[in-house]
């Protein structure tokens, strides 16, 4: 499918709806970390994003590809299994585990290096999102707002102890974050390579695939399976598999059908706005001076690694 010279506003919104779901992701892991261990708060949001997203694709009259098959769709059904493993079922592990390790804020530096991995990644594996000065220009300013956003407090695994002893504790942490930028770099060129599909269907078989995946593990380090967990921590998960997993896979597959990878990943970019705002309006947090800085620096990065 070949994208539109340029992204439309109809694009920068559905990014921004995604942003804004993949972003509010990490407030609604830890309150269910309270109750929950990771890999049954990675389930559970798996497992409510395939129910809606299975609504959703009903609705508009689609249905899941059938049972695999010997010279059938069993090779589609084979992508969309990889796609549940470095899009859904590792990376959402990975991330729920690291937030009971790290700082939300030295998190938030490793996810937003995503986009960088993509442009690598994304330039060896396909012919039509190549590495330009523009997109790379774009793409370091927006990692540069993101360090200026998150300040000085995001390198405090650093900062006190020196540039490579506060890697001890929390190293398996933090490389398993930069596993999650390369998975999420993997999916977004995975999903752009792919037959297109409806973005409901695609979106509803994934998160299937990455509950049957996460089921056994979940069964194995779980026997209980989150027993009596609280209402807040059910409802976080909830919010979790119904917007920020189900609503943010089908943006995704719309999004990385018409714009490509590199323009879907730097979402990531937004994620430390969407939680500089939600402290602001829940917690009554007053944004650093800087942060408008930041602002301008990731925005206008977005705009310039997407000119063509």
């Not at 959402?92 to 998190?107: E, G, P, V």
């Not at 937003?112 to 060896?124: I, K, Q, R, W």
């Not at 933090?174 to 998975?183: A, D, E, M, R, W």
């Not at 792919?194 to 069964?219: D, E, G, K, N, R």
């Amino acid at each position: 499918m070949t994208a539109p010279s340029r992204p439309t506003v109809r694009h920068y919104l559905l990014l921004l709806a995604l942003a804004s779901a993949w972003g509010s992701s990490f407030l609604f892991i830890e309150l269910a970390l309270a109750d929950l261990p990771a890999v049954m708060v990675a389930m559970g949001r798996t497992a409510i994003a395939a129910g809606v997203l299975y609504l959703v694709a009903k609705r508009q009259g689609h249905d899941l590809p059938g049972p695999p098959s010997p010279g059938g769709n069993g090779g589609q059904w084979f992508i969309l299994a990889i796609l549940a493993v470095v899009g859904y079922a590792l990376p959402f592990f990975l991330i729920a585990n690291a937030q009971t390790h790290l700082d939300s804020n030295l998190a938030g530096i490793f996810i937003g290096a995503t986009p960088l991995v993509t442009l690598v990644v994304v330039h060896f594996g396909t012919r039509d999102e190549k590495m330009t000065k523009t997109r790379i220009m774009g793409v370091a300013a927006g990692f540069l707002g993101i360090v200026v956003l998150l300040g000085p407090s995001a390198w405090g695994a650093w900062g006190t102890r020196g540039a490579l002893t506060g890697l001890d504790d929390d190293l398996l942490a933090q490389g398993s974050l930069l596993l999650v930028g390369l998975s999420f770099a993997a999916n977004a060129l995975i999903a752009r390579r792919m037959t297109p599909l409806p973005p409901a269907v695609a979106a509803c078989a994934v998160s299937l695939l990455a509950t049957v995946m996460l089921f056994p593990i979940a069964i194995a380090t779980d026997p209980g399976l989150g027993t009596s967990p609280g209402w807040l921590a059910i409802g976080a998960v909830f919010i979790l598999g119904a917007y920020c997993t189900g609503a943010a896979a089908w943006l995704f597959f719309i999004l990385v059908q018409e714009r490509g990878a590199n323009f879907v990943i730097s979402a990531n970019y937004l994620l430390p706005l969407v939680a500089m705002t939600l402290g602001v309006v829940f917690l009554s947090e007053q944004p650093r001076p800087e942060a408008f800085i930041a602002i301008a620096l990731i925005c206008g990065g977005i705009w310039l690694s997407n000119r063509t």
